[in-house]
């Protein structure tokens, strides 16, 4: 259903609430920002991501937007988001409030559907409304949006770190407790046997006696999971859509090796990836690539698009050039990347210029008798 909308006309006070004008200050950072930013253009753009002809009214967008403008401008949860409303009279003013208000305003987990409601070009155009506000109030020069810098880097699953032992049991526990709430009488569930083989996995491996943690614990943990596919698929006759998923993740994990490029990594989130980062800290990170683009001079993120599958660097430049394009309104003439983005997929007319190149090639005696990077 479409969002409840404000009452047209003058507002009326109430005999037990009192205006949030009147409690806050003028001269406050968010109350000078709610006259700048444009909180129109949210209903209009996102206005078709709203159902006419089912379930209860939506929630209204300002206080969507809002709450999640103060959740990512002060590094919140969304539980915490929430709670914050209730002791800030400046947040709920921001959020559109009139009177201020006691209860919660939403449930925590309307957070989380509202981002699915802003997938795509939602989140773009409240990065858009950033720079525009920005633009506004004169804390962006449009000459600014014009040079850009283009990176990637991984944004990490919160996941843990995935052995075959671990997926194993994971697999077998989600397939147990699906059969379960369907009403699938299961031979055995393994559920004693898989945790005391489990723990001896994570102990052999723990005194690097590898092959009693593979051959032995991680084969017998592999088995146990198939006979509980098999078992369900005997004597599941209607599978439903979350039993099938589930059924084709065990089935892809079963069948994976070690060499395969398509693993799966996690249960719950089975679109992770691996990334070599190439660092001595850290060697690989689970998650996706994520292109960024800043501008040059003041470092205001004017683009933000994941990517998925693992692409090569120069691969994303002509996606994130434009939606760079689409959030700023203008045309970036100059964009700075490291040299990964050699051999780049961008064809427009927008300049790119590598970095590092000098240093890379700097005569050896002016690197301390090295020719690598200083």
Known sequence: MKPKKKPEGPIQSEMLKVFLKDIVSDRHPLVQLVDMVDWEVFEEKLASTFCDDNGRPG???RLMVGLHYLKYTYALS???????WIENPYWQYFCGGIFFEHGFPIDPSSMTRGRERLHGVGLEELLGETIRTGLRGGFIREGELKRVNVDTTVQGKDIRFPTDARL???????????ALERGIALRQTYARKGKIALRRQSGYARAQQFKRAQQRQTKILKTYLGRVVRNIERKAFDLDEGLVELLALAHRLLGQERQDKEKLYSIHEPHVEC???????KKYEFGCKVGIATTAKENWAVSSLAFHGNLYDGHTLQQTLDQVERVTGFHPHQASCDL????????????????GIGRQF??????????GRP
């Open 78 to 84: 969304d539980e915490a988001v929430v709670e914050g």
């Open 275 to 281: 990334i070599s980062k190439g660092k001595i800290h």
């Open 168 to 178: 194993y049991d994971r697999m077998r526990e989600r397939l147990v407790e699906a």
């Open 340 to 355: 990964g983005y050699r051999g780049h997929n961008y064809e427009g007319d927008c300049t790119i210029l590598p970095t």
């Open 362 to 371: 700097r005569h050896p005696s002016k690197n301390g008798g090295s020719g």
């Open 59 to 61: 929630l209204p967008v």
